[in-house]
């Protein structure tokens, strides 16, 4: 079967972490015109609103909803699972993230450091309170969105909180490389277990707001903005194209647990295909290491509750 970017899902259920903004807000949009239920899970239920509104201008059909979300603070993890309310979930979208460029090391509420906690532990628990209606659905998918980023990194896996050496852009590279191990091992571990779930991992290559279609009052560009950006069209692109690996491996049939993918054009611009990754993203015995210490950290186990899920 060919990819037809117009497959429908009616009856179906995604959520989508971050939606109200940039790539999460367009995989949203682009998964709306799909039929299925999309939700929107946000930290701030003004712009989720907001975003919902601007959905419905382009795709007047689209099913939405908004849970709460902030991934930095795992107490409120259950909650969020629970505003759910719904028996079964076909697919989450792991999208939320946060890049930050201060010196100053910031923690979450839970003592973690803040990119390390949002971008990581806050999905790797998020999974693991999702577990069961996941496991509900016939096919689900856990969608893990990495990054470039994350191609040139290593964990230190006695510093995974970066305490010793703080340094913005690499905790944050090492934070999407952490997302990018767990949803291999993620993959590996329901194989082994004949699980009907599957982990799916993309990147949205390089995508920027600048080269992203205005999406007004949610966000627009000044004409300035606009002509500024567009050399930057040659090697990279906008949002709503980044967001389209992942809106593939949410509906594409074909696309299986374990695979990677991503922009075709030196992983960074284009439409999406399969890659092949680093073996340093797929390494199962930091993968390992790094999964007990994310379920210390978390006091849960994604893998436990898919699996024991009658
Ligand atoms: N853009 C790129 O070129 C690029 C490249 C590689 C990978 N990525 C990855 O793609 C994903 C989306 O990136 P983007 O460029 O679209 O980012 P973005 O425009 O900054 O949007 C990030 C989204 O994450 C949400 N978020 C941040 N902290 C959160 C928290 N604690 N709880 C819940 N939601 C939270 C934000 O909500 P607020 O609006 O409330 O802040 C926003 O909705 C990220 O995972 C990023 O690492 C992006």
């Known amino acids: 079967m060919t990819w037809q970017s117009g497959l429908r899902a009616d009856g179906k259920t995604f959520l989508v972490t971050g939606a109200n903004a ?39 059909d689209a099913r939405l909803r908004r ?42 509420p839970q003592g973690h450091e803040l990119m390390f906690a949002t971008n990581h532990l806050g999905h790797f628990a998020l999974v693991a309170h999702l577990a069961p209606i996941l496991s509900a659905a016939p096919a689900g998918r856990v969608i893990t969105v990495g990054s470039f980023a994350a191609r040139s990194e290593r964990l230190d896996l006695a510093d995974l909180q970066s305490e010793h050496d703080y340094r913005p852009k690499r905790t944050y590279g090492r934070s999407k490389l952490a997302q990018m191990l767990f949803g291999f091992e993620l993959d590996r571990r329901l194989r082994a277990h004949g699980s009907t779930t599957a982990s799916i991992i993309v990147h949205p290559g390089g995508a920027l707001d600048s080269l992203s279609p205005a999406r007004p009052p949610l966000f627009s560009r000044t004409t300035a903005q606009r002509l500024r950006g567009l050399p930057a069209n040659i090697v990279l692109h906008g949002k709503h ?60 186990d994604p893998f436990d509750r898919i699996t024991n899920t009658p």
């Not at 010196?103 to 979450?108: D, E, Q």
């Open 22 to 60: 940039g790539i999460g807000y367009f995989a949203a949009e682009q998964l709306a015109a799909s039929g299925a239920t999309v939700v929107l899970g946000c930290r701030d239920s003004g712009k989720a609103e907001l975003a919902m509104r601007v959905i419905r201008e382009r795709v007047p």
């Open 67 to 108: 849970i709460p979300l902030d991934l930095s603070d795992l107490s409120t993890l259950p909650a969020t699972v629970d505003a759910l309310a719904i028996d079964s979930l076909h697919a989450v979208v792991l999208n939320a993230g946060i890049l930050l460029s201060d010196p100053a090391r910031r923690v979450s």
């Open 241 to 300: 194209s980044g967001a389209q690996s992942i809106v593939r491996a949410v509906l594409d049939p074909e696309i299986t647990s374990g695979q990677l993918w991503g922009p075709r054009v030196f992983g960074l611009r284009g439409q999406p295909h399969q890659e092949s990754p680093h073996p340093h993203m797929t390494d199962p015995g930091t993968a390992t290491q790094l999964w007990s210490a994310s379920s210390a950290l978390t006091g849960v």
